[in-house]
């Protein structure tokens, strides 16, 4: 290898660059009458010239690679990969939307099933059990809402239900967050009793009422938070809109439970819209979590 | 390419562009061996230079309908650099498969060697070779390594690496004569590993 005294690294490169293109035939006719006046006089630099010569013919003497397969492209790959394409243009929204609706599917089931549960609680098995039930029902239920504040229960009821919006919405976030087991249990269970008068002293009425409404949402926004978590990361920004909807749906909720018999009467609607929603809700938590991954590819 | 040929191949890219699948596929079957060994060189593995190829030969059919004339070859060729560019980039970020598994070749996945006649021995010392020369074209930078292997494996002249590579000729020069000066350097440094027809002979007369 020729090594030259006194020559810096740039002007190596540019002797090796004319080498280079020397050889390629690619310098201009002044160029390269210059250059070979210099080789006939320097040794080491036709020294050089041969390396470089020898590394390209090495490098041309590469053996071709064999093609470890055909990449012939079948019809119905091309026309889903087109398909694909397109949609893919549209992927940057597709997971966001998916997340959002895994959301909504998630709040209308909890909405549905504690809106269930809470009939049942009051009135339900009397509804159920009675053929009559549209007559037992209202003895309950409306009861809330008709300002005879017979029994402690009912009376706290009637704490509740008016700022029942605001009040279902902070627990929701809380419960989500953490479903503490021990107060779902007791609320579980005071919510298993018709009455939930065991626990609430009278004085603290409004409050512990509003806990056993929303013990239902609770645990079952445990869960689902769990979903939403494990969904995507936009399921948090998805999170401030959470507390709006439940309004909207507690109102909606509450404007229809005064109507008691009408919508107790059908159980089985409630029945087959939980388990819709809450296979919507897994459904579109599923392609969620996929259309992030596909997005992150 | 003979005339025939090249009416042949204009008469198949026009079929592809109203989206014949066969046409095009004709094209990719005289293409694939080309775009397969400059995507092997670059990329260095042959599972990740398959992939590319495939993904090249899917993108160049989408988007067919925008090329407009000129070299196919070069289209191509312009097409699966990119896409080796793109997942080498993706390595970079996200390097799950190592920096080594992709700088090194499987010695387990062996390529077979398109040369016709040649005896057992004169294959492995030309595997032999094959594996130092790939080595020392690994360490170049991304856009000296292309161009190394486009000019000196496959043989395009400098105007056609300018159009693949959308530089100038002066910058394809220049990367070209940086690219041979470091190989022929390793080569020097790592003689000892090429088999003895292959070594480059020392012709420095002061030595």
Known sequence: ?297 | MSGQNVAEETELISAAQQGNVDAFNELVLVYQQRVYNVAYHIMADPAAAADAAQDAFVSAFQAISRFRGGSFRSYLLRIVTNTCYDEMRRRKRRPTASFEDFGELDEDANPVLVNGHEGPEELAERQEMAEVIQAAIEMLPPDQRTTLVLSDVQGLAYEEIAEVTGASLGTVKSRLARARGKVRDYLAEHGELLPARYRPRDEDPER
Do not use: C
């Open chain 1, 1 to 297: 290898m020729a090594r030259r005294n006194g020559v810096t690294r740039r002007e190596r490169e540019r002797l090796t660059e004319l080498l280079s293109a020397y050889l390629d035939g690619q310098l201009a006719d002044s160029e390269r009458a210059r250059l070979e006046e210099r080789l006939a006089a320097d040794a080491s630099l036709r020294a050089e010239l041969e390396s470089l010569r020898q590394t390209v013919s090495l490098l041309g003497e590469l053996p071709k690679v064999a093609v470890p397969r055909n990449f012939i492209l079948p019809r119905a790959t091309v026309t889903a990969t087109r398909t694909v394409q397109r949609s893919s243009a549209r992927r940057p929204l597709l997971a966001p939307v998916l997340t959002a609706a895994t959301s909504l599917a998630t709040l209308l089931f909890g909405v549905v099933l504690t809106g269930e549960l809470v009939l049942t609680g009051l009135g339900g098995y009397a509804t159920l059990s009675e053929p009559g039930g549209a007559d037992s029902a209202p003895l309950s239920a409306p009861a809330a809402q008709t300002d005879t504040p017979t029994p402690a229960a009912v009376g706290s009821h009637q704490d509740a239900l008016p700022p029942s919006p605001t009040v279902e919405a902070a627990p929701t976030i809380v419960a989500a967050g953490d479903g503490n087991g021990e107060d779902d249990q007791g609320e579980r269970y005071s919510m298993d009793s018709p009455t939930p008068s065991p626990e609430p002293g009278l004085g603290g009425g409004g409050a512990p009422v509003s806990d056993t409404l929303q013990a239902p949402t609770g645990v079952l926004g445990g869960g689902e938070g769990e979903e939403a978590a494990t969904s995507t990361p936009a399921a948090v920004g998805e999170e401030a809109a959470e507390p709006v909807a439940v309004q909207d749906e507690g109102a909606l909720e509450r404007a229809r439970e005064p109507n008691g018999p009408a919508a107790i009467a059908p159980l089985w609607a409630w029945r087959a819209a939980e388990t819709g929603l809450g296979l919507a809700a897994l459904a579109l938590g599923a392609a969620a979590v996929f259309a992030w991954r596909a997005r992150r590819r």
